[in-house]
């Protein structure tokens, strides 16, 4: 007797029983392994069931963040479409643009490295491939003795100065070393500037489409020649391929051919290895083993203080981007799932300057605190996200992942109360939708309309709230603005949220919370206007009263 496909029990296999043996122990042998087979089709069975049971038991907060991210956070194309156009700009930047540079300039400048920046490169970027970011590392600032740093006016900043200025032929001899360091990065975008438009004078084509130039400008403001971003603008049209030996037999209307705007960011910096900064930042930051082995860079942005501004020794920006690169990419998925939901979220409430930096800060700081945690559920991670956000939204304090000495929470007066209102209520309306997995909660389009009924009610009122960023309003006008504007916001949710019952009382926490902050601010100011008639009847009646008896 043989047996076909031998299935392994223990270490015995059908192919492996003795033919001496009698035909009774050859039977015994595979009447074992079919209830082996059949043991394992059950166990298979269970984990199907089970995976079924998993999905089913996932809390509702987890089906609703789930359900946002593959609606409106995945990509619109497909891979194969994203990946053209992927591997168009890195050619572009990585590999053409740095040979065509030195040949332009002269040999005067050339890049050392292409540095990956940005949320593409972290596998966060939402909706379209159509943003990429890079650092152009100079080589010729990024040399042992080029530069000189020291510390700067602001924590993560440094002071930078020139130390072969003859490289430069547009410094002038009454420029200071700091302004070298300036002229020197300006002359080198313009170069690549005048390398890009070289390049790029013909269509780049890929497999699927062609990037075509459409300008180099100065992120939205064009002209400007002394900012520390330059934006490269392409237009990328998906190619249409005519099969050979086809006959048309009737004429189709024209359908629109897709076009994407992709922005490429190029910030031009200077690298140096981290013991070149041990006067700088703090020891925290020295030992960080991903700096110790990628360094630094700096950047042209300034710390934009008054003194800075006033004078030309301006501090430049320390920058961790190749670090923050790595910890982004060895992020668990479920870290990354609720990152690129609160983009999208956060991004239709983008007046307020809550902008990605800050969510990606909270991000690093929930993930390293669950390190070794074990698995998380998507909806505990975004309400650990939200909570350190309504935790710096208080406080107006955010310290930096990699310099916490370096504040990252840069949030207008005009806009405080209104960021640290809509932290609170987008907490309360996940925890209590979390809370309510058996019960109206748990239908995830009705809880998926409540999310754009806040963002419509938002945007609504958008036009009116950025006008509150007017320096001539008093700091009581523009709490009085803010509190009025997030009560309007409420009032339009009102009715949908109380026809939940698990979110019918959050309206009403949400006024108790702008009613509080109106005692806060109001209170100080009452015992400040009251205090001199206070004190002044206190005088009276010790005069009048006391006075006299003693």
């Known amino acids: 007797m043989t047996v076909s496909n031998p299935v392994v029990y223990g270490r015995l296999t059908p192919t492996e029983t003795p033919t001496h043996w009698p035909p009774s122990c050859r039977m015994t042998t595979l009447v074992a392994i079919t209830i082996t087979r059949a043991s394992s089709w059950v166990r298979r069975d269970r984990l199907t069931k089970s995976a079924k049971f ?6 509702s907060l987890d089906r609703l963040v789930r359900r ?19 591997d168009m700009v890195v050619s572009l930047v990585k590999y053409k643009l740095p040979v065509l540079l030195q040949h332009h300039s002269r040999y005067r400048y050339s890049i050392a490295e292409v540095v990956d920046a940005g949320s593409y490169f972290e596998q966060t970027k939402i909706e379209l491939p159509n943003e990429f970011d890079f650092m152009l590392v100079v080589e010729q600032l990024s040399r042992e003795n080029s530069i000189f740093i020291s510390q700067g006016c602001k924590p993560g900043h440094a002071h930078v100065v020139v130390q072969e200025p003859e490289l430069w032929d547009t410094a002038r001899s009454g420029d200071s070393p700091e302004h070298q360091f300036e002229i020197a990065l300006l002359q080198f975008n313009m170069h690549v500037r005048e390398t890009l438009k070289l390049l790029l004078s013909e269509p780049l084509k890929g497999r699927f489409g062609q990037l075509q130039m459409k300008g180099v400008t100065v992120r939205g403001k064009p002209f400007k020649a002394f900012s520390h971003v330059q934006t490269l603008t392409l237009k990328w049209t998906e190619i249409t391929v005519r099969q050979p030996y086809t006959t048309v037999l009737y004429k189709r209307r024209p359908s629109r051919q897709e076009e994407i705007e992709v922005c490429v960011d190029l910030m031009a910096c200077c690298h140096l290895p981290l013991p070149a900064f041990i006067d700088i930042l703090p020891d925290k930051c020295l030992q960080n083993e991903g700096l110790i082995k990628n360094g630094c860079h700096i950047v042209l942005k300034s710390c934009e203080s008054f003194s800075c501004m006033d004078s030309q020794r301006k501090c430049r920006l320390i920058s961790y981007t190749k ?17 690129r939901t609160l983009k999208w979220l956060f991004r239709y409430t983008e007046v307020l300057e809550v902008d990605t930096y800050k969510i990606k800060t909270a991000v690093l700081y929930c993930s390293s605190k669950q390190r070794g945690s074990g698995h998380l559920a998507v909806g505990e991670a975004l309400i650990q996200i939200l909570q350190v956000l309504k935790d710096s939204a208080h406080s107006n304090q955010l310290p930096g992942y990699f310099n916490e000495s370096l504040n990252v929470w840069t949030v207008s007066p005009s806009y405080q109360y209104l960021v640290k209102y809509e932290m609170i209520f987008l907490l309360k309306l996940f925890k209590n939708i979390r809370r309510d997995p058996n019960g109206q909660c748990a239908d995830v389009s009705r809880n998926l309309e409540v999310v754009h009924l806040w963002i419509h009610s938002f945007c609504s009122h958008a036009a009116e709230i950025s006008r509150m960023n007017d320096a001539r309003l008093s700091p009581l006008e523009r709490f009085n603005g803010q509190g009025n504007k997030f009560l309007d916001v409420m009032r339009d ?20 919370c702008v009613l509080f902050d109106v005692f806060k601010v109001l209170f ?10 206070f004190c002044l009847g206190s005088a009276i009646f010790m005069t009048c009263y006391v006075f006299p008896f003693w």
């Open 54 to 59: 998993y999905r089913y038991q996932m809390s």
């Open 68 to 86: 946002i991210h593959d609606e409106y956070c995945c990509f619109r194309l497909p891979d194969e479409k994203v990946k053209d156009i992927e």
């Open 323 to 339: 670090t923050e690169q790595e910890c982004m990419k060895r992020l668990h998925v479920t870290w990354k799932v609720a990152y």
């Open 493 to 512: 949710m009102e009715p949908t949220l109380k026809t939940h019952r698990a979110l019918a009382w959050i309206p009403f926490q949400m006024k108790c």
């Open 524 to 533: 100080p100011l009452f015992v400040q206007k009251t205090l001199p008639f």
